[in-house]
Nanobody
Framework: QVQLVESGGGLVQAGGSLRLSCAASGRTFSSYAMGWFRQAPGKEREFVAHISRSGTSTPYTDSVKGRFTISRDNAKNTVYLQMNSLKPEDTAVYYC?????????????????WGQGTQVTVSS
């Protein structure tokens, strides 16, 4: 089992940047595929980005391609989401998720473990 704790959210002006971190407990972090999802008020949770166990596969949702970058540091048990050129429509609670088994990157139901979320607010 793994526990996930997100940090790095906050209030930023449009065009600004934030880096989210997700720290995982345990000694088998490298065996987990990791994802970032977000949920805006009144909307369903949506996929943002995914990184495979090896870090070689990093799919993104179309709306963040070229602006967001997902990465992982297995030595630090941490996954990151670098968010640049932020837009007001990026405002949401951002969650990280993990799974050791077969996972469909974009499908939230295939992830077994979730963090508590961190709020990102982008002002116009």
């Amino acid at each position: 089992q793994v526990q996930l704790v997100e940090s790095g959210g906050g209030l930023v002006q449009a065009g600004g940047s934030l880096r989210l971190s997700c720290a995982a407990s345990g000694r088998t972090f490298s065996s987990y595929a990791m994802g970032w999802f977000r949920q805006a008020p009144g909307k369903e949770r949506e996929f943002v980005a995914h990184i495979s166990r090896s870090g070689t596969s990093t799919p993104y949702t179309d709306s963040v391609k070229g602006r967001f970058t997902i990465s992982r540091d297995n030595a630090k048990n941490t996954v990151y989401l670098q968010m640049n050129s932020l837009k007001p429509e990026d405002t949401a609670v951002y969650y990280c998720a993990a799974d050791r088994g077969m996972v469909v990157a974009q499908l939230s139901s295939t992830y077994d473990y979730w963090g508590q979320g961190t709020q990102v607010t982008v002002s116009s």
